[in-house]
């Protein structure tokens, strides 16, 4: 991102917040833009409704933390099991 999309992101950051009844002071928002900022807006605002969606995470408060795993996980995915996937699959074929 760049300072272009900063009041784009405040606006979808604050509305993410605000589901979950929290209001993001200035400071978090800041810090928000500037830890998401090597993302685009559209992989960030794809990632928020996607963490936003998700029946397990969406229950909790958003943190960048949170859409940078979404995000990592999502550019690091070849179409490959996860470990955790392959093991199950592999334990199937024995039953």
């Known amino acids: 991102m760049n300072s272009n999309d900063l009041d784009r992101f405040i606006e979808l950051w604050r509305g993410a917040c605000e589901i979950h009844g929290d ?4 400071t978090a928002l800041t810090l928000s833009f500037k830890l998401l900022a090597p993302y685009d807006f559209p992989v960030i605002e794809s990632a928020i409704i996607a963490y936003l969606s998700d029946p397990a995470k969406g229950k909790f408060k958003i943190k960048p933390s949170e859409i940078i795993d979404l995000i990592q996980t999502k550019l690091n995915d070849d179409g490959r099991p ?3 996937e392959a093991w199950a699959v592999a334990i199937e074929s024995f039953d």
């Not at 209001?23 to 200035?26: A, E, K």
């Open 23 to 26: 209001v993001p002071t200035d």
């Open 82 to 84: 996860t470990a955790d």
